[in-house]
Structure formats: structure tokens, C-alpha cells
Nanobody, 119 residues
Framework: QVQLVESGGGLVQAGGSLRLSCTASGRIISSYTMGWFRQAPGKEREFVARISWSGSSTAYADSAKGRFTISRDNAKNTVYLQMNSLKAEDTAVYYC????????????WGQGTQVTVSS
């Protein structure tokens, strides 16, 4: 079993930056694909970014391209999401997730961290 704990959320002004962290426990996640998702009030949860087990491959939602960067430190069992040039529409609860199989579903989810961007 994998437990994922997100941190780093908070309140920031538009144009500011935040770095989210997701630390795993219970199992080494170095072989897992990791992803970030978000859910805004009244909306469905949506994909933000993902990173391969080695960190060599990443993918982003169009809304995140050029502003967000996903990275990982397997030695620390941690994944990061650097968010720059934040906009009010980035306000959401951000979730970290892990999947065992590259083409499978996400098997493990964190509890989420709130990001609020004031305009």
C-alpha cells in the first residue's frame, strides 16, 4: 500500500508561484508513474501533469504548459509541481496520484492540498 501526502498549497496572488510536494510512504515509488490532478469547486477532477518513473518523460495539460513543471526525486520518494504565473482559474484542490502500470489507472491518491489564487 502506498500513502501519498501533498503539501505546499496555500493562498497566493495572481502571477505568483507555489511548489507542491507529494511524499510517498509505505512503498518505494521509483518505478511508478506519478501525476498531479486538480479539482475546482463545481468541476470534475482534471489532469494537470504526469512524469515517468525515471523522470525522462513528462506530459502536461494545455492549461499547465509553459507555467507548471513536474519533477521527482526518487531518493526522497517525492514528486513536485512547480507552478509559476498562477492565475485565478488555477484555484483548486490539487491531488497527487501514483500508478503501477504505465497504461493502467492511477492506483493511489493523496488527500489533496488547496491552492487559492487571488486576482
Amino acid at each position: 500500500q502506498v500513502q501519498l501526502v501533498e503539501s505546499g498549497g496555500g493562498l497566493v496572488q495572481a502571477g505568483g508561484s507555489l511548489r507542491l510536494s507529494c511524499t510517498a510512504s509505505g512503498r518505494i515509488i521509483s518505478s511508478y508513474t506519478m501525476g498531479w490532478f486538480r479539482q475546482a469547486p463545481g468541476k470534475e477532477r482534471e489532469f494537470v501533469a504526469r512524469i515517468s518513473w525515471s523522470g525522462s518523460s513528462t506530459a502536461y495539460a494545455d492549461s499547465a504548459k509553459g507555467r507548471f513543471t513536474i519533477s521527482r526525486d526518487n531518493a526522497k520518494n517525492t514528486v513536485y509541481l512547480q507552478m509559476n504565473s498562477l492565475k485565478a482559474e488555477d484555484t483548486a484542490v490539487y491531488y497527487c496520484a501514483a500508478k503501477v502500470l504505465v497504461n493502467g489507472p492511477y492506483n493511489y491518491w493523496g488527500q489533496g492540498t488547496q491552492v487559492t489564487v487571488s486576482s
